[in-house]
């Protein structure tokens, strides 16, 4: 339990989100884009796809060895073992936090979306688009932005180079559904290289 220290640190005064339940003893939540945890009280490990609310990046577990990576749509693979549970967090402590950027290969620029959103407790935000590195339109795939900066959401994507773009954002509540924000869609085309940032306001 001493690796939730950091945990703690990292999570303290944010909202719960992304609540999971399996209907038996199985249970997972996120905290304000900051930290994710499962808890399995069953006697067999279980493994699924979670929505942990995180950027995307590689994350040391907390409660043990091993990591977590969580994919620009902000879910991630996890095995919890039986009578065991698995935490990540942002930033240092407990391990490595999200890299800044993502690996840029060539042909692609690293998009920085910085979306400055009013939320409520248990919302996040994340940036959907009409390229498949942004969900293609749907709001499932759509990439996590982090509130470590709260109000201004972050996330930076690799794009590809030289390309139109079309995207909005969009709140996920904790009932499950999704709020977009007004139109018309935001645009704009990326450069040849190098990196692009957008600073928007929810609208």
């Known amino acids: 339990m001493s690796g939730m220290v950091g945990f703690n640190r990292a999570v303290a005064g944010t909202p719960v989100g992304n609540w999971y339940d399996n209907g038996n003893n199985v249970i997972a939540f996120s905290r304000g884009g900051k930290g994710w945890v ?6 067999g490990s279980v493994t699924r796809t979670f929505s942990t609310g995180l950027p995307a990046g590689t994350y040391a577990n907390d409660l043990g ?12 693979s996890v095995t919890v073992p039986a009578k065991g549970a698995v935490a990540i967090h942002t930033g240092g402590g407990g391990g490595p936090g999200p890299s800044p950027t993502p690996t840029v290969n060539p042909g692609e620029v690293a998009a920085s979306f910085n979306a400055n959103v009013t939320t409520y407790y248990g919302q996040n935000v994340f940036v959907v688009g009409d390229v498949e590195e942004l969900g293609g339109w749907d709001p499932a795939k759509a990439v996590a932005l982090s509130s470590a900066s709260y109000p201004v959401w972050k996330a930076t994507v690799s794009l590809p180079a030289g390309t139109a773009v079309s995207y909005k954002y969009v709140k996920k509540n904790p009932d499950g559904s999704v709020t977009w924000e007004s139109d018309p869609n935001r645009s704009f085309t990326t450069p040849s290289g190098g990196a692009v940032t957008r600073d928007d306001t929810w609208r």
């Open 38 to 43: 499962a808890i399995n009280n069953e006697g």
């Open 65 to 76: 060895g091993g990591s977590v990576t969580v994919g620009s749509n902000g879910t991630a």
